[in-house]
């Protein structure tokens, strides 16, 4: 399946305006996605006073009093880790939710198989933002508002129709065997889910849990919603509130946003090839 | 044996099952419900249909109504047709595809909410790159503050997700790497060019894949939230005014129900979207075990 386009145009030769033209959209597309988060990054190493003149593009001599300021002066540090304590639980919740609903859909015959499968699938086209009203109610009702738990919670609801999607699509792929044959020796679900299931399921789960984390490390609207006080804020919703706080020291802003950037960017680039098989797997079976 | 696993399954459809009628289904059914009262603070009470009267009697709801709809065209004419682009010539697997893979996902896995400040600076009237690079090639003349005038507002904003095609990308490449190579061969044998190639073999062939992203981008724009609020908050003058940014603004009145006609809206407009994606895209007719 891979590399079969390198077969494909094995003797045809591309014609040099055509490999000019490929290039020259390829380069397009780079600067007009790059350049802005660039030149970001790039400001988070000037001065202030540097950036007010718009004088350069890179800075003149690159320092990192931004970083520091962005590190040591709003907190950051404590909102990134309310970041990673909700995404972590959210990503753990979902996932194990998810597949102990998904495996037995993929696996098994039962009254309200198909119409859980229809009923999740459109939970995952319902528009979020015209539920805020209820969201927001119902944890206030269930005393969880401006909590960590609270949004775990919510997290782990809003994504978990496209991670049962998923972990399905990946259990479909299995082979059954093993599976018939600990039924054969007379083990029970739960022992074929947790001992035999389970542990064969590490890229599909781990696939579904580094997107999952992804997804809820930069949420916002939700995380502001439920988050009101500022020594739970998660770092996306501190993005908020950087301007009053950085007040002109834009450095400082640049950096802070540039860090609260790169976490994901970081997760993506270690895991690259497992969470793009992830996201084709999961669309190519709908 | 099957049977004997039965009140185990349930039991293990249990967690995602009670996540899911709790805040999915009964939210739902609550905004559709409360749609029809008037719902403050101080409580609820039935008033028909004038939540929706109200709304469109309002001045600011017909323009979040024409923005929501520029920014759906903008990502179903243009943000769509891109993602085919770029995923067509990387798929080609030109010198350094993987390096160019990875780079245009990057801008997806970054938040809308960091990317709301990177615009902020970058379309800042006073220090911004946009002006700086406009003041470099010579067209002083055309630099204004992007985001806060009326004319460009709207438009700065599409811009700021315009090229992030990324995610469609990769499952349009996925899509075409499936499509069985002989197809190509004989194209190939027939003297059809890599452009012909694409228009006439790959291009049809991606009809499910393309729908789906459109599907996609229809819901992903109707709920498009932080990049507007972070920035120009619906203004100037509601230039920026979508459906999503009208929720949140009159949730922040406490004019719960006015939130809830509103968000139905959202609601009937993304069904209506995804009905009629399906319908010209025939999507289905292919996969769907």
Not at chain 1, 128 to 141: D, F
Not at chain 2, 96 to 105: D, H, N, V, Y
Not at chain 2, 172 to 200: R, S
Not at chain 2, 237 to 244: I, P
Request: hydrophobic share 55%; glycine share 6%.
């Amino acid at each position: 399946m891979s590399g079969a386009l390198i077969e494909r145009t094995s003797g045809y030769h591309r014609p040099i305006w055509l490999t000019i033209s490929y290039y020259a959209v390829l380069a397009w597309f780079t600067v007009a996605m790059l350049f802005p988060i660039g030149w970001l990054v790039l400001a988070a190493f000037k001065t202030n006073a540097e950036i007010l003149s718009a004088s350069s593009y890179f800075p003149i001599d690159w320092n990192l009093e931004g970083f520091e300021d962005a590190l040591t002066e709003v907190g950051l540090l404590g909102y990134l880790m309310n970041s990673f304590i909700v995404s972590v639980g959210a990503s753990v919740l979902v996932v194990v939710a998810a597949s102990m609903a998904a495996y037995p859909v993929a696996r098994f015959r039962f009254r309200g198989r198909d119409t859980i499968t229809i009923l999740l699938s459109l939970g995952l086209v319902i528009p979020l933002t015209a539920l805020i009203v209820p969201e927001t109610l119902i944890i206030r009702a269930i005393g969880l508002h401006d909590t960590r738990i609270g949004l775990i919670l919510l997290y782990s609801s809003i994504f978990l129709p496209i991670s049962f999607l998923l972990l399905r699509a990946f259990f479909l792929s299995l082979p059954v065997s093993i599976e018939e044959a600990a039924i054969m020796d007379g083990a029970n679900y739960w022992q074929i889910l947790i001992r035999i299931v389970a542990p064969l399921s590490g890229p599909g789960i781990s696939t579904v849990a580094i997107m999952i984390f992804v997804f809820t490390w930069n949420e916002f609207l939700f995380a502001t919603l439920i988050l009101s006080s500022e020594e739970r804020r998660t770092a996306q919703v501190a993005i908020r509130f950087f301007q009053s706080q950085f007040d002109f020291n834009l450095p400082g802003m640049f950096a802070a946003i540039t860090i609260v950037m790169l976490v994901p960017i970081f997760v993506f680039i270690i895991l690259q090839e497992r969470v793009v098989r992830g996201l084709t797997a999961g669309s190519v079976k709908g | 044996m099957q049977k004997s696993f039965r009140f185990a399954i349930y039991l293990s459809l249990l967690p995602a099952l009670a996540l899911f009628a709790t805040f999915l289904v009964f939210p739902f059914f609550t905004i559709l419900v409360t749609s029809f009262f008037e719902w403050r603070a101080s409580g609820l009470r039935f008033i028909g249909v004038e939540n929706y009267l109200e709304l469109w009697d309002s001045r600011a709801f017909p323009s979040a109504l024409r923005n929501t709809a520029i920014w759906i065209a903008a990502a179903v004419l243009l943000h769509v047709p891109l993602a085919v682009l770029v995923a067509v010539i990387l798929s080609r697997r030109l010198k350094g595809w993987k390096i160019f893979r990875t780079l245009f996902f990057l801008p997806n896995i970054v938040s809308y909410s960091a990317l709301a400040i990177v615009f902020l600076g970058f379309y800042n009237a006073r220090y911004g790159a946009l002006n700086q690079v406009l003041a470099d090639i010579g067209l002083e003349h055309w630099q204004r503050d992007w985001l806060f005038s009326y004319d460009t507002a709207l438009y700065a904003l599409i811009f700021t997700w315009l090229f992030h095609v990324g995610l469609y990308m990769i499952i349009i490449m996925a899509e075409i790497a499936t499509i069985p190579d002989e197809i190509y061969e004989a194209a190939v044998m027939d003297g059809a060019g890599e452009i012909k190639q694409d228009l006439y073999i790959t291009l049809p062939l991606l009809r499910n894949v393309i729908g789906t992203c459109m599907i996609l981008t229809v819901t992903q724009s109707l709920i498009y939230f932080e990049g507007i609020f972070l920035t120009t908050g619906g203004g100037p003058a509601n230039a920026t005014l979508t459906l999503s940014m009208a929720t949140y603004r009159a949730f922040e009145n406490f004019h719960w129900g006015e939130a809830n006609a509103i968000g139905m809206h959202i609601v009937i407009l993304g069904v209506a979207a995804i009905l009629i994606i399906r319908r010209l895209f025939r999507i289905g007719e292919r996969y769907f075990d």
